[in-house]
């Protein structure tokens, strides 16, 4: 069955230091999207993304964070300068269309800001 | 505003038991429905859907019911399995963009 992958699964930053996370969707996949889940809470929309733009995004996702679609394949989200209060579980999903959905999630990245 | 409640927040239930999660949306415009079940350590996995023209559907042990009128939809897990132990996630999708609304989840425990 088609995996949407994510790397690292695990990464430990400084404050204050930008972090990349990475996600390789499903290949016939046309639509994306970061979540992110604090320890023991719900899974929080931060951003979608379509054609190359951004289609909607969550007051979490503020100037600090980024999204972009670099070589065709993989799909990024920045953080600039984290904060302690950014670590969490990223999960990206990707769907091949908005009509039948589909959803399909990674297994995810955990973040730890010290 | 968009808001998902999900009830209870832990279930804890005998082997061989059935256990049934609830979730309430605020969106009438909401139409496509997924739970998904979430182990230790690993991205939401979904289970089972329902979309807004559908009152009920069923996979095996895992159903779920609509009521649109209510605003409300729940999974129902029958002769529950320690396996079936993780936490549970409903959703609602709140836009054309797909943007998915999680509840707060809930925690099953199936004790042997």
């Known amino acids: 069955e088609p995996e949407v992958t994510q790397t690292p699964s695990h990464q430990v930053t400084q404050m204050g230091q930008e972090v990349i996370l990475r996600c390789v969707p499903i290949?016939?996949?046309?639509?994306f999207y970061w979540y992110r889940q604090i320890l023991g809470q719900k899974v929080e929309f931060l951003v979608s993304f379509y054609n190359n733009e951004i289609s909607e995004k969550s007051e979490i996702f503020d100037d600090q964070f980024s999204v972009e679609r670099p070589d065709g394949s993989n799909f990024t989200l920045k953080i600039r300068s984290t904060k302690l209060e950014d670590s969490a579980m990223y999960f990206c999903?990707?769907?091949?269309?908005?009509?039948?959905?589909?959803?399909?999630f990674g297994s995810g990245t955990r973040l730890t800001v010290v | 505003g968009e808001n998902v409640e999900q009830h209870p927040s832990t279930l804890s239930v005998q082997e061989g038991d059935s256990a049934v999660i609830k979730c309430t949306y605020s969106?009438?415009?909401?139409?496509?429905f997924p739970w998904y079940k979430q182990e230790l350590g690993k991205g939401p996995q979904l289970i089972i859907d329902?979309?807004?023209?559908?009152g009920e559907k069923k996979d095996q042990r895992i159903a779920v019911t609509l009521n649109k009128t209510a605003k409300h939809f729940s999974l129902h897990i029958t002769e529950t399995q320690p396996e079936d132990s993780a936490v549970y996630f409903c959703?609602?999708?709140?836009?054309?963009?797909?943007?998915?609304?999680f509840g707060q989840g809930t925690e099953l425990s199936v004790k042997p």
């Open positions: 999903a990707t769907t091949g269309d908005v009509v039948s959905y589909g959803y399909t």
């Open positions: 959703a609602a999708i709140y836009n054309q963009g797909g943007k998915l609304i």
């Open positions: 290949s016939n996949h046309l639509y």
């Open positions: 329902i979309r807004s023209n559908v």
């Open positions: 969106d009438s415009a909401s139409n496509y």
